[in-house]
């Protein structure tokens, strides 16, 4: 398996396990936040 936290569709992993495990889940989703309140009226998709 690849050591590519990014895939072309995002993140992948078995869930529970890094990447996606809860602690990096929470960084990464606290890290999209701040870049989200950031950049106000930027066109943007989050899924």
Partial sequence: MSKRLFGTDGIRSVAGQAPLDPPTVRRFGLALARRLIRE????????
């Fill in 40 to 47: 106000p009226g930027a066109a943007r998709v989050v899924l």
